[in-house]
T-cell receptor, first 112, second 114 residues
């Protein structure tokens, strides 16, 4: 079964607005990663957050992790049309630290 | 110019044929991975290799085979035993196999069975 599940499945916003995507997972993790995929392309790594971290920033990205709720959120501030893509969370799991399990993704559309 | 390449970009296969998808990296990474992506779905792990001459089955290995004879190459063969092979195939690599490593992805191969 999928370890990570993103919510919402699709999100449409206007340029300049903030976009928030959530990821929930089932079992304990060591790390959680967020990736971005433009249509028909490979994935690009955005950010990694370790289980002992609560928040990380990278440019316009802010990731939070709540291990008690088994959830993470990705916030993109001041969105741009070029941010239009699918966003995936990927989790490992205790006993499977060689593998990442990807969710189904959130399709973000930023309208100019 | 470092990176990970996949070829071909599009591949058409007749039922009953085996096809091989190429994946090459010049990042000097030890670990390599093959994923399958279906429309509107996440990635599912087919095979992974932590080091040259070694590989393990992922979650959906049936109907697929791999080899890892060289560090930089990890070809995937889709055999006739794979019942529904039409999908987007992504290859990735990472410096080592630990989950704390980011994975670098190739551009993908779209396989269609005619």
């Amino acid at each position: 079964s999928q370890q990570g599940e993103e919510d919402p499945q699709a999100l449409s916003i206007q340029e300049g607005e903030n976009a928030t995507m959530n990821c929930s997972y089932k079992t304990s993790i060591n790390n959680l990663q967020w990736y971005r995929q433009n249509s028909g392309r490979g994935l690009v790594h955005l950010i990694l957050i370790r289980s002992n971290e609560r928040e990380k920033h990278s440019g316009r990205l802010r990731v939070t992790l709540d291990t008690s709720k088994k959830s993470s959120s990705l916030l993109i501030t001041a969105s741009r049309a070029a941010d239009t893509a699918s966003y995936f969370c990927a989790t490992d799991g205790w006993g499977s630290n060689y593998k990442l399990t990807f969710g189904k993704g959130t399709l973000l559309t930023v309208n100019p | 110019d470092g990176g990970i390449t996949q070829s071909p970009k599009y591949l058409f296969r007749k039922e009953g044929q085996n096809v091989t998808l190429s994946c090459e990296q010049n990042l000097n990474h030890d670990a390599m991975y093959w994923y399958r992506q279906d429309p509107g779905q996440g990635l599912r792990l087919i095979y992974y290799s932590q080091i040259v001459n070694d590989f393990q089955k992922g979650d959906i290995a049936e109907g697929y085979s791999v080899s890892r004879e060289k560090k930089e190459s990890f070809p995937l063969t889709v055999t006739s035993a794979q019942k529904n092979p039409t999908a987007f195939y992504l290859c990735a690599s990472s410096e080592s196999s630990g989950s704390y490593n980011e994975q670098f992805f190739g551009p993908g191969t779209r396989l269609t069975v005619l």
